[in-house]
C-alpha cells in the first residue's frame, strides 16, 4: 500500500506517522509531560501578570490551549491525506482518538488525570488543523487562473500552457 501512493503521499503519511509516535509519547508518559516545568511556566505567568496580562490567563489556560494545539497537526494532515475526510470525518477521527487517550490515562496511568476538557480541547484543535487546510486550499484555489484558455491551470503552469511546450 505504502509504494502505491504519491510520492507527497508518503511524506504525508511518514510525517503523520512521526506525529502519532510523538502524540503516544506525550500523552502516554506515566506521568504529566509539563510536571517538571510547571513551577517555571507558574514564575513566567506571575511576571506576565504583574506587567499587564489579564489573570484569566493563568495556568489552566495555557495547559488547555497546549492541548488545542498538540492536535491541529493530526487535522491538518488527516485532511491532507484523505480528501473526502475534510472537517467532519477528521475532526470526529480526533475527537474519537482524544477519548481513547484519556480513557487510557484514566484506566493505566495512577499519575495522569482524564478530563472531558481535554477531549474538547484535542478536538477542537482537530477541527482547527482541518480547518486550515481548507481556508488554505480556498486561496490557493482562488488564485487559479485560466491560462490560454484551460480553466483550472496555474499561471505560468508550462505543463498545460501549449506555447511554453
Known sequence: ????LRPGHRILLSLLVLYLVAL???????????????????LILGWLHEHGIPRWFNYALVEWLSNV??????????????????ILKTTTL?????AAIESAQLVF???????????????????????????LVFF????????????GSLVGDSSVDPEKN
Request: glycine share 8%.
Open 94 to 98: 480526533g475527537f474519537a482518538l482524544s
Open 140 to 151: 490557493r484555489q482562488k488564485h487559479v487562473r485560466v491560462v490560454n484558455g484551460v480553466p
Open 24 to 42: 503516544a509519547l506525550v500523552v502516554l508518559w506515566p506521568t504529566p509531560v509539563d510536571q517538571s516545568s510547571g513551577k517555571q511556566l507558574s
Open 1 to 4: 500500500m505504502f509504494k502505491m
Open 109 to 135: 496511568f495512577a499519575q495522569r488525570s482524564a478530563s472531558v476538557l481535554d477531549v474538547l480541547a484535542n478536538t477542537l484543535g482537530t477541527l482547527v488543523g482541518a480547518s486550515i487546510l481548507v481556508i
Open 69 to 86: 494545539v498538540m492536535f491541529l497537526p493530526l487535522g491538518f494532515l488527516v485532511a491532507q491525506l484523505f480528501k473526502k475526510w475534510r
